[in-house]
Structure formats: C-alpha cells, structure tokens
C-alpha cells in the first residue's frame, strides 16, 4: 500500500511541472527543438533534445521508422517542456501508424536501455483529437503516452518496460483498444476527472497495478484481461461508472484483483 500511495502522489504531479545485421548502416536523421511546420520523420530517428509539436502542426511517421531517444536531462526547448528527460511533446497532431509487417519502434538510444532512459509522447492540450499511435512498440521511456486534456487513439501496440503505460489527466479521453502493456509499475492510470475508453487491451506484469484510477476520473473499462499484477484494478475511490469491473473484464492470477478505496476489498 505504501507504493501504491506513492504512485498516486507521483502520477497527481505529472503534468505539472533482436534485427538482423546489415552490411551497412542506415544514416541517422538527429532532431530536437520546435517543429513548426508539418515534419515527416521515417527510416531512424534520433531524438538529442526535447521535440516540441506546435499547435496547427503535424507530425507523421513513417511505417517501419525506428525513433530513438537520448538519455540525458536538461534537454529542455522553450516555450514549453515537462519532464527533465527528453521527450517528444505534442501540442498538435501526431500519426504514428505502423503497419504488422512495418511496426514503429519508439526506443532509448542507450547500448543497454533502462526503464524510465526518456520521458515518452506527450499530448498537451492538443488542438484537436486526429493523433494516432498504431502498430508501435513504445519502451523504455518513464510514461509511453501521457495524455493531457487530450484524447489521441492509442491502438493495437506493443507497451512494455516504461514505469507506466498511459497516462490519462486533466480530462482526458483518449481510446486505448487492443494493446498490449506489460512489465512496468502501472498499467494504465485515468486521473483527474479524465474519461478514457479502455477496450480489448491485454495488460499484465505490472508491479503495482494494471489499471488505476482517482479524483474524480470516470473510465469505461471492458473486455481487458488483467492478469499477473500485484493488483488487477486499484481504485482510489469508488467506481462511479454502470457496471461491475469485475464482470466486464477477465481478472486472473492478480495478487489481488481489485481494490477500492473507501470500499472492502475485493479478491
């Protein structure tokens, strides 16, 4: 319970302040700083410092495109950063669709990659709701998409080893459908009074919880497996949306299954 805690205290202050070898190495697009027209990045990226979308611009990645990001802090791009680690910030529209056989990989640019080597794709009161992030694989990164008042489609990628999956806040409601998110601290987390879709997601190795809500959030949680966490389902309150999470989605082998402040627990 104390790293649970913990969580919801750090997640409340987010927001506020193997490839088979070639016989030649592809060239190395390095970027950072504002984007103020639309960009199109494909084939490998390397992201040095903050990247900063502006609004009424687009950002599109090309399928199969490998975008790597430097671990180091103070990357930081004026007018606008978050985190201390780099990440790519998006207060316009970003398409980030992959396809099966040309999935996008969003990585650390380190040798040997740790959780949490960049900050992750951030979506900060964006201008509209046309961002997309599909067929990716998002790692290594503290938040893989951190929704701010903003409501992108995050479908059918591949999420694992970043401290938390999504994160929705300050009245948010993006739909997240048909992912796989695994091996962090937190799953997916609604916030804030943000009303995310959770739909058809497989969620699962996650060391405190697979999905997490609080202050006011109102969340539609159904057809997720949650299954391998510490807790399946944590609520810092009482769920006030129709239904019984419990009966809308398929919990197993969760240390516990769900837990509701405010409420008895619930194995």
């Not at 489609?153 to 459908?177: D, F, M």
Request: glycine share 8%; proline share 5%.
């Amino acid at each position: 319970m104390r790293k649970i805690t913990q969580i919801l205290a750090g997640i409340s202050l987010l927001g506020l302040t193997g490839c088979a070898a070639f016989k030649f190495r592809p060239a190395v697009q390095a970027v950072e700083g504002v984007i103020a027209k639309n960009t199109v990045w494909q084939s490998t990226v390397e992201v040095n410092k903050d990247v900063l979308v502006l609004p009424g611009v687009t950002l599109t990645i090309k399928p199969g495109a490998i975008v790597r990001f430097k671990r180091r802090r103070r990357g930081r791009v004026e007018p606008r950063f978050l985190f201390p680690e780099v990440e790519l910030l998006v207060q316009g529209t970003l398409l980030a669709e992959g396809t099966e056989e040309k999935p996008i990989l969003f990585t650390s640019a380190k040798d040997k990659p740790e959780l949490g080597d960049w900050a992750g794709i951030i979506f900060d009161n964006t201008d509209n709701s046309s961002s997309i992030i599909k067929r990716c694989r998002i790692e290594f990164a503290k938040t893989a998409v951190f929704c701010i008042a903003s409501s992108p489609a995050i479908e059918s990628n591949t999420i694992t080893h970043n401290q938390y999956g999504v994160v929705c806040q300050r009245g948010a409601a993006p739909q997240i459908s048909g992912n796989e998110i695994a091996h962090g601290e937190v799953g997916i987390a609604s916030w804030d009074g943000s009303s995310p879709k959770i739909l058809d997601n497989y969620i699962h190795h996650q060391e405190q919880a697979g999905f997490l809500w609080g202050r006011g959030s109102t969340p539609l949680l159904e057809h997720n497996i949650i299954e391998d966490n510490r807790y399946g389902i944590f609520g810092a309150e009482p769920f006030t949306r129709d239904g019984d999470p419990l009966l809308t989605n398929r919990l197993r082998q969760n240390q516990q299954d769900l837990y509701l402040k405010g409420n008895k627990a619930v194995k």
